[in-house]
């Protein structure tokens, strides 16, 4: 219709059908572009409101993307927590805390992540200074002395000189 109206002569009905075609279009519309570029032949003047609507939409479909990007991080953080969530509980310590690591590179300063991580290491040098013992023990008991000795010290040296 509004080719049909710029063809009989009437500018103003051809630029409202334009107007309503490029107003009603989806941004990736040819039709749609091709409207408002007919619309700034018609009426130069149109083109600051065609640029004011093209760098609104842009700006929604940034926003929306920015949207869709955080919720994936936040999404694939918790999934790396929960994975090491399930791993510390079943003891897997090492495993846990390369899972707890995934998930902060997703959400560098997530504070539940860095706590469940604080703890896993901890039970993890606990773990690690039960069997050094245990070792030192075993050692002692068989009469080697020099190898208990070992391994209280190398027990000494895994345990932090501050709690974190």
């Given at each position: 219709?509004?080719?049909?109206?710029?063809?009989?002569?009437?500018?103003?009905?051809?630029?409202?059908?334009?107007?309503?075609?490029?107003?009603?279009?989806?941004?990736?519309?040819?039709?749609?572009?091709?409207?408002?570029?007919?619309?700034?032949?018609?009426?130069?003047?149109?083109r600051n409101?065609?640029?004011?609507?093209?760098?609104?939409?842009?700006?929604?479909?940034?926003?929306?993307?920015?949207?869709?990007?955080?919720?994936?991080?936040?999404?694939?953080?918790?999934?790396?927590?929960?994975?090491?969530?399930?791993?510390?509980?079943?003891?897997?310590?090492?495993?846990?805390?390369?899972?707890?690591?995934?998930?902060?590179?997703?959400?560098?300063?997530?504070?539940?992540?860095?706590?469940?991580?604080?703890?896993?290491?901890?039970?993890?040098?606990?773990?690690d200074a039960e069997e050094?013992?245990?070792?030192?023990?075993?050692?002692?008991?068989?009469?080697?002395?020099?190898?208990?000795?070992?391994?209280?010290?190398?027990?000494?040296?895994?345990?932090?000189?501050?709690?974190?």
């Open positions: 219709l509004a080719y049909l109206c710029l063809n009989q002569g009437d500018e103003s009905r051809a630029f409202e059908y334009f107007r309503q075609r490029y107003e009603r279009a989806d941004p990736s519309d040819p039709w749609g572009q091709k409207a408002g570029e007919e619309l700034i032949k018609i009426r130069p003047e149109y409101r065609i640029i004011t609507k093209q760098a609104q939409r842009l700006g929604q479909e940034l926003i929306q993307s920015s949207r869709e990007q955080f919720d994936n991080r936040i999404r694939r953080a918790q999934e790396h927590h929960i994975a090491g969530e399930k791993l510390a509980a079943r003891q897997k310590y090492d495993q846990a805390i390369e899972e707890f690591d995934q998930a902060l590179q997703w959400t560098p300063e997530n504070p539940k992540v860095i706590r469940a991580r604080q703890k896993t290491m901890s039970q993890l040098r606990q773990r050094q013992l245990d070792r030192a023990m075993q050692s002692l008991r068989a009469g080697d002395t020099r190898s208990a000795k070992s391994e209280i010290q190398k027990t000494l040296a895994t345990i932090p000189d501050e709690s974190f």
